[in-house]
């Protein structure tokens, strides 16, 4: 009895995690390592919420999401939406068009959906999508352009972070010298920041050359900005800015604004208003989606604030860290939230990342084949005191040291 529920309080520490579904995708670290002795809500008893140096948001467990809900329903009343009009979600909608510039939003449930549907109707009757050959639509969502919706993708700047405007030429001019029966080429896809490039950003120089030249030749272009608040606050360039070179833009509900899943898909109101009724028949309809909408809503106040102190609080941690004997934290060209790690030798990752999360309730992610830790930062930096942080982190070391 008592084995299985340790076994379940693993499993539920894991699930929340999304460890056990994903593949390699989050660092499953050190936390192989980890005791999984306290549940959620032990932790939560202790009164401190959770650091993680792992995600790009909060990674709130059910209690914390409900609590959280509760909180945002006590000081406004939550509305609710019918099948996704309305209430909360049309809120939303309206906040995400203003931001990125937009004359629409619509929610979806996922990204995966907001990239085809976007790929789609862009495209027309054209039948080619150029995409980066490393972006989560070429990469991650199941060859849906090719089975479901009769469009071809062809991948570009393979081997590299992201593609420029001489890839892209040379691709298009490739494929126009080289096909026989031709068949339009209606969109440019851009992934920003790059998530299969450890969340760097595409520079702002590349991305206006890209458009230019799009605009110039009728193409149309979309961007997957699950993250895109990341690399605003990073990059300095505003999500209206980035939103500017492109007719749709995506923007993920969960990465960072910690709502349980879902997406928003902003752009012209001829596509937007194409969007509920491809929904409908994909399935994708959900009757409501207020639990998403109202937290994603929550986080989106504010938002460039807290991102723009997450940056100056990192920036500090990390010199501090630095500084101690034995470990290097690095940022990467064009980096965005995400650092690279590495402990020397005689310090043991397992033993600071048991100490870290036993005692600090601190997670830290695993190493991978390189030794490379990717220490990841977030809001959730923001919940606790900078040199409490900072002190676990100095104990921890000490601790770990063989
Ligand atoms: C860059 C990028 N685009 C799209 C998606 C798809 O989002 P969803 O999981 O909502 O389908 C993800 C999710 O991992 C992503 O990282």
């Known amino acids: 009895m008592k084995k299985l529920k340790k076994e379940n309080n693993r499993r539920d520490f894991l699930k929340k995690c999304s460890l056990s579904t994903v593949p390699f995708l989050i660092p499953t670290i050190g936390l192989n390592a980890m005791s999984f002795e306290k549940t959620n809500d032990k932790v939560l008893t202790k009164n401190q919420s959770s650091v993680n140096f792992i995600y790009d948001g909060l990674a709130l467990g059910p209690t914390e999401y409900l609590n959280k809900l509760q909180e945002i329903n006590k000081s406004k009343p939550i509305e609710p939406d019918f099948y996704g009009g309305g209430g909360t979600t049309k809120l939303i909608e309206e906040e995400f068009a203003k931001i990125t510039g937009k004359e629409k939003a619509i929610y979806l449930p996922t990204g995966t959906m907001a990239n085809q549907l976007a790929i789609k109707l862009l495209n027309e009757n054209n039948t080619k999508v150029i995409v980066p050959e490393n972006s989560h639509i070429y990469r991650d969502e199941a060859d849906a352009a090719q089975s479901v919706h009769g469009k071809r993708l062809i991948p570009v700047g393979k081997g590299k972070s992201y593609f420029d405007i001489t890839d892209l030429k040379s691709t298009i001019d490739y494929t126009n010298k080289n096909e026989v029966f031709k068949s339009g080429l209606g969109t440019v896809v851009i992934e920003n920041p790059v998530r299969r490039a450890d969340g760097t950003f595409v ?16 193409y149309k272009m979309h961007l997957d900005g699950a993250r895109i608040h ?11 800015e980035y939103a500017s070179y492109f007719d749709t833009v995506y923007i993920s509900l969960y990465k960072y604004l910690n709502a349980s899943g879902g997406a928003i898909l902003c752009g012209d109101a001829k596509i937007i208003e194409q969007i509920s009724h491809q929904i409908k028949i994909l399935g994708g309809t959900v009757f409501q989606s207020w639990n998403n909408t109202s937290m994603a809503l929550h986080y989106l106040e504010g938002i460039n604030e807290r991102w723009n102190e997450v940056v100056i609080k990192s920036e500090k941690l990390i010199t501090a860290l630095n500084k101690l004997n034995g470990i290097s934290i690095t940022s990467l060209k064009n980096g965005t939230n995400i650092y690279d790690l590495i402990l020397s030798n005689e310090i043991s990752l397992k033993k600071l990342a048991i100490f870290l999360y036993n005692e600090h309730n601190i997670w830290l992610g695993r190493a991978n084949d390189k030794g490379i830790v990717k220490f990841t930062v977030n809001e959730s930096l923001l919940t606790r005191d900078y040199t409490d942080i900072l002190d676990a982190w100095k104990k921890g070391i000490e601790q770990a040291r063989n």
């Open 203 to 218: 520079p702002i120089g590349v991305i206006k050359d890209i458009s230019k030249y799009c605009k110039e030749n009728n």
């Open 230 to 240: 990341i690399a605003s606050a990073f990059s300095n360039i505003s999500v209206s």
